[in-house]
């Protein structure tokens, strides 16, 4: 499976944007990048995914590089609820889903009142 | 809220108990995924259900560990002769095809 690579922590302070980065140099064509992120004692939860393009949704945007070896989450105007664990995940549309998502450590991400 | 329900939320046994977790996805969706999260690590992935069939397994699932989905709908993990290293959060998730995954809220297992 192809890895992903993200900072251990990161912190922010509130009403600020954050950008949360993730490299995938070893990226394959079919790979989608996925972000789900973990409240503290919760299971984790889908933000966002994208292919090759620049994707925004209710809760973040997500910042695809054009060589696709690289992607950055962005949470418009972080609050101290969107502190969590954030991981990056690739997942091979070629599986149809029909696989476990594979989770790193993640970024662990502070937000400061 | 009909979201992904996990029982027990806490589960303490000693070792060389056995133990069962049940997990009851939302209700349209017809995969389920069985997860093992230990302290400061991410979640790893354990099993795979489509409908009833389990399709996957992970080499972390050892002969102690059996899941099951009878009739599609809920699913069981079964944990035989449990050892202190299976304490763990095991979670469930659960999806409409390859559609994003909906997790639950685990299940914390201490082994004494």
């Given at each position: ?16 944007p ?37 994707v ?37 549309v ?15 991400l502070?937000?400061?009142? | 809220?009909?979201?992904v329900s ?49 399709l ?44 994003e ?12």
């Amino acid at each position: 499976d192809a890895k992903t690579t993200q900072p251990n922590s990161m912190e922010s302070n509130e009403e600020e944007p954050v950008h949360l980065p993730c490299n995938h140099s070893t990226i394959s064509g079919t790979d989608y990048i996925h972000w789900y992120r973990q409240l503290p004692s919760q299971g984790p939860e889908y933000v966002i995914h994208g292919l090759t393009s620049n994707v925004n949704n209710r809760m973040a945007s997500l910042a695809i590089a054009e060589d696709r070896k690289s992607s950055t989450l962005i949470l418009h105007r972080a609050t101290l609820r969107d502190a969590a664990v954030y991981y990056c995940i690739l997942r091979d549309v070629d599986r149809g889903g029909a696989d476990g998502l594979t989770f790193g450590k993640g970024t662990h991400l502070i937000i400061q009142p | 809220d009909t979201g992904v329900s996990q029982d027990p939320r806490h589960k303490i046994t000693k070792r060389g108990q056995n133990v069962t977790f049940r997990c009851d996805p939302i209700s349209e969706h017809n995969r389920l995924y069985w997860y093992r999260q230990t302290l400061g690590q991410g979640p790893e992935f354990l099993t795979y259900f489509q409908n009833e069939a389990q399709l996957e397994k992970s080499r972390l699932l050892s002969d102690r560990f059996s899941a099951e989905r009878p009739k599609g709908s809920f699913s069981t993990l079964e944990i035989q002769r449990t050892e202190q290293g299976d304490s763990a959060m095991y979670l469930c998730a659960s999806s409409l095809w390859g559609d994003e995954q909906f997790f639950g809220p685990g299940t914390r297992l201490t082994v004494l």
